[in-house]
């Protein structure tokens, strides 16, 4: 599984600045869009493409008559104590405060490992900024500027070697035959029953994939003579654990089962629309890059008339992702089952798709002559050619001149082309642009 880094410190030290720094990637593809939300707390580091983590931004420990037991101080808490590793964060302007000696003695009590990160030391000499901080006895003390994004690698570095090694991501990717999926979306949606309705019919054939690190993290079915593998979600954690049916919804759980699965099934509640929790679980699907099934479940609970309306305002909320298929369904009757499963294998075969280059480039030349790009100061883009980067999300390399400074207008553009050229639904798509050769 994914490890888990957290962000801990009280408020104004930079931990936001650092988290941005962290999840923020070069060809990132959530824009900000209207509609795709932005979890501010939890986010996927890729900084090092082989070794991702999730980050969590645990918000400010604050120094209100509260204290360490506010709300706010609950939720830090439980994060750091979820995580692999703590960054505590302070601010090497300012120097130590009260504050940071409290969360320094509570981090002790968890016995969690933590790195003393010291922030802000832009124009300033980070040695004393270091010495500081010397009687906070850290084992790794490190002196960063995040808002410059200096020592920011050096951090990476050191935060690298001392997280786990994902092994359960080879043992579950190992089947290669097998479609790869995670039902998730926020509590109360119909995640369980569905799960439970989709193995209880193929009882004979669910089984739990032997090999991996915890119990039941995925399950394999067969239907309609396809293979299947479904990844942890708390649907499938709660069969049989009656006494756990009310559990807690965890973030960092939905992140783990995004990054093993092939296609994200999201469940959203007909009767509910889209709520500000669905569309951060739409986000985290957007920002991993996988396939995106919507199933709108309880359509049994609708009218014509409130049917339409839904459709409309689903529309109208999911424009982020118009390429994502959506599904009518209905968990408890099992209605829409197949016709969700037809979704599924589209989005998988367009995920997974091998592209060679000549196919790619000459997509690109189409594209190109068809419609040039904006001329920029005087110059216009030159796209040379093109050629496949990965799939799960298909990615393509754009080399050329002036590549960068192609406006969002045209690579929407260009990314609308291959989506049609290629008839690719139900996945994001990356497209890389390189200066040159
Ligand atoms: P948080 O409350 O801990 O999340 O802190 P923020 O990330 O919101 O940052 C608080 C303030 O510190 C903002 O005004 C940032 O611009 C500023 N800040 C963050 N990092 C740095 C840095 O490396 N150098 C300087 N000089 N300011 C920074
Ligand atoms: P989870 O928290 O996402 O796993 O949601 P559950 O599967 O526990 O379902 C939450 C509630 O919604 C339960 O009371 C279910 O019976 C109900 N429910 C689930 N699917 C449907 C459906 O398709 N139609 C209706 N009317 N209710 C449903």
New binding site residues.
Partial sequence: MLPLVALVGRPNVGKSTLFNAFTRTRDALVHDEPGVTRDRNYGYCRLDEEHPFVICDTGGLSDDEEGLAGATAKQSRSAAEEADLVLFVVDGREGPSALDQTILKWLRKTGKPFFLVVNKTDGLDEQACVNEFARFGAEVVLPIAAAHQRGVPELLQQILPRLPVDADADVLAEDPGRVRIAFI?R????????VNRLLGEERMIASDVPGTTRDSIAVDMERDGRQYRLIDT??LR?RGKVEEAVEKFSVFKTMQAIQSCQVAVV?LDAGEGVTDQDATVLGHVLEAGRGLVVAV?????QTNYTREQTISLLDRKLSFCTWAEHIT?????GTGMRELFRAIHRAHTSATRQFTTSEVTKALEIAYASFPPPVVRGHLPKMKYAHPGGSNPPTFIVHGTRVKSLGETYKRYLENFFRKRFKLVGTPLQFIFREGE
Wanted: proline fraction near 4%.
């Fill in positions: 979306g509590p109360n949606v119909g995640k369980s029953t569905l708390a649907g709660r469940l479940n309880k359509w049994d609970g369904i209905s968990a408890k009757h």
